[in-house]
């Protein structure tokens, strides 16, 4: 299990939560078991394609994921995932 | 990564007076600033863009910390809705624009500044020739095609830019200098469609939030000029007011990235109203609206419709909207089930903005039933039906 730190941002797509857990034992894996969990979030993470949005990053532990094999990237028992979206303040 | 060498060059640099060395004391007793520090911040010319929840703390600490020159670009009037957080600003000052009661505000703080206003919108048109003139450039914008703007005309002109950005009770903060380390489109190499995150005009944001992250990068410029210390190129802050948590993450450069990489595709400035999905090319079926005197004309006429309010509890207490039937967007296509495709549904928001999304998310999930979106919202029903509600 690893936990999966969710924006303010996305929080509204996990009813409200900061923080779940998701199965796995890549990045991808525990983010799509967070999707699984919270459905309405899948959108707002991956394209119709399957990739990771651009304005998206994930982290595991400080290292972004691009660094370490991206969707591939192994996450061990404990490790922390972290949402980044962009965000950008008051106008849409 | 740190960076230990000024930004500001030895032969910008003038003596302090006696008046200065009077004023800058605590500055000068810092061996880390000290007379020489102190002499590099008056030199400095630091470009504020934006002088709303985070322009105003920069501004207000820049110039009490002897800034020599600051400039201000904001093109907005003060709102009302401001003052809960752009400290800068006054009551006495609503209506008024942003960058003379900003203007008036440092003056009175530290008359020594100059003060330079831009009273514009940063745009492809302008912005290089604006920022050419300056050594760094503290981003408090508000939008992300000026965020990328502001960014790549910084990569262009080799500047440091000093980044802030808020969203109800998260701040992220980094100096993207792309001689040192990572840019924005590092990052980000685009941006959300628009609407896809509540602005915090829909979402809301914690008054003293810009206050905490603009303060942050008042304190990286200072770094900037006077040279040590350890600044936040290549690292990412992340601060959540609520939890009162500071998380930092690395940042890289990305040797791919379009403007900073090894292979630079962007060699000017684009049009980032069109790279920020503002102006789709592809033209998107339109969402059909309902004006929020034809609702009323409906309802009375006893015309049987569907009005789903697509707030949270905390927001439909601050409106309540009479009969309508409260599904949060965030739960709208698990909850598909409810509705009653024979019948009209009218979707309602604060402006009329999120609401789309709630159709959209419909649409997408095969729904065949009439859509409408209540036009400007409940502010319009508000205000043009029911004068009794508040607007907010």
């Known amino acids: 299990m690893a936990k999966v730190l969710i924006p303010t941002a996305l929080r509204a797509f996990t009813d409200g939560s900061s923080e779940v857990e998701g199965a796995g034992k890549t990045a991808g894996e525990v983010i799509t078991a967070v999707t699984e969990s919270y459905p309405e979030i899948q959108k707002h993470l991956f394209d119709e394609e399957g990739k990771l949005r651009s304005y998206v990053n994930v982290f595991i532990g400080d290292e972004n994921i691009r660094n370490l094999g991206g969707l591939d990237a192994p996450v061990h028992e404990g490790d922390v995932v972290t949402l980044v979206p962009a965000i950008a303040g008051g106008r849409p | ?392």
């Not at chain 2, 508000?142 to 440091?160: E, I």
Request: aromatic share 6%; glycine share 8%.
């Open chain 2, 1 to 392: 990564m740190s960076l230990t060498e000024s930004i500001i060059p030895d032969d910008r640099v003038d003596k302090l007076t006696n008046e200065e060395i009077s004023r800058y004391s605590r500055h000068l007793l810092l061996p880390q600033i000290g007379l020489d520090g102190q002499e590099k911040l008056k030199a400095a010319k630091v470009l504020i863009v934006g002088t709303g929840g985070l322009g105003a703390p920069l501004a207000l600490y820049l110039a009490a910390a002897g800034v020599g020159t600051l400039g201000i670009v904001d093109f907005d009037v003060v709102e009302e809705s401001n003052l809960q957080r752009q400290i800068i600003h006054s009551t006495r000052d609503i209506d008024r624009p942003k960058v003379a009661s900003a203007a008036d505000r440092i003056k009175s703080l530290n008359p020594e500044v100059k003060v330079i206003t831009h009273n514009t919108r940063l745009t492809s048109e302008n912005a290089l020739e604006i920022i050419e003139d300056y050594d760094i450039v503290a981003d408090g914008t508000d939008n992300y095609q000026t965020r990328y703007l502001v960014n790549d005309a910084c990569v262009l002109l080799g500047k440091p830019n000093v980044y802030g950005s808020i969203f109800q009770f998260e701040g992220q903060a980094s100096v993207f200098y792309a001689k040192e380390g990572p840019c924005y489109r590092c990052l980000y190499p685009s941006p959300p469609p628009p609407g896809l995150v509540p602005s915090c005009s829909e979402g809301g944001v914690l008054g003293v939030l810009p206050g905490i992250v603009g303060t942050i990068q008042a304190n990286e410029v200072i770094k900037l000029i006077v040279g040590g210390g350890n600044s936040l190129i290549g690292r990412l802050l992340l601060f959540d007011a609520w939890e009162m948590k500071f998380r930092e993450l690395k940042l890289d450069k990305d040797p791919g990235c379009p403007i900073c990489g090894k292979k630079p595709t962007i060699h000017e400035l684009i049009d980032y109203e069109q790279f920020c999905g503002l102006k789709p090319d592809h033209e998107e079926e339109p969402v059909e609206t309902i004006e929020a005197k034809e609702l009323k004309q409906r309802l009375d006429a006893g015309d049987k419709i569907q009005i789903i309010d697509i707030r949270e509890p905390h927001e439909r207490a601050i409106s309540p909207f009479a009969g309508a039937k409260p599904i949060p967007l965030g739960q709208m296509t698990r909850r598909i089930g409810e509705f009653d495709d024979t019948e009209d549904a009218v979707f309602l928001c604060k402006v009329g903005q999120r609401s789309v999304f709630a159709i959209r998310a419909l649409q997408e999930a095969g729904y065949k039933g009439k859509l409408l979106n209540l036009k400007d919202g409940v502010n319009a029903w508000a205000r043009d039906v029911d004068n009794s509600l508040p607007q907010y």
